[in-house]
């Protein structure tokens, strides 16, 4: 499954991919909010981007054209089944590109697609010390759910205190993605 955004262009991680996942996770303020293995090393790296696609919970490496044939990798966006069943979001976006509304971007197309996969609501957790993740999604329409949790931190040497926050998806009239009260 193939995605296209306005600047983004959102795809499968391949094999050959481990190399910018490596270079885009080792930086320590994205490893700390992320659940990978840590340290991540070159198998690590490779596990990663060698996973499966679930085609009801997909994946995505969000890449950057960058003109001509050339392109970058920015970070990683999707869905994963929890351990309760539910549909969990995540997302990440390398270090050199924060605050360039990637994530916002990225998101929102991957929030098109759980809709058309038939997903009725989104559960995302965010480290309490992680506040531009939080804005990001409540601007997205994630509301907190008012339950707090210990999501891992591999990098951190353990659990951290999250917050979840969970989006339930509905349609306006021009299709764009709003809470669900």
Known sequence: MFMRTQRLFLRPTWA???????SAVSEPTVARNLTLPWPC???EAR???KQAQNPVFPHFLITRP???DGVETVGCVGFAQGPLGQTEFDCW???????QGIASEAARGVLQIARMLGHRRLI?????DNPASGRVLRKLGFRPTGRRVLALSAARGGVVPAAELALDLAADGDGMMQYAA
Do not use: M, N, Q
């Open 66 to 68: 960058l003109g001509g």
């Open 47 to 49: 596990g990663f981007a």
């Open 16 to 22: 050959e991919d481990w190399a910018d996942i490596l």
């Open 124 to 128: 995302a957790k965010v480290f309490t």
């Open 41 to 43: 090393g070159e198998a």
């Open 93 to 99: 976006v390398a270090r050199p590109h924060w605050g």
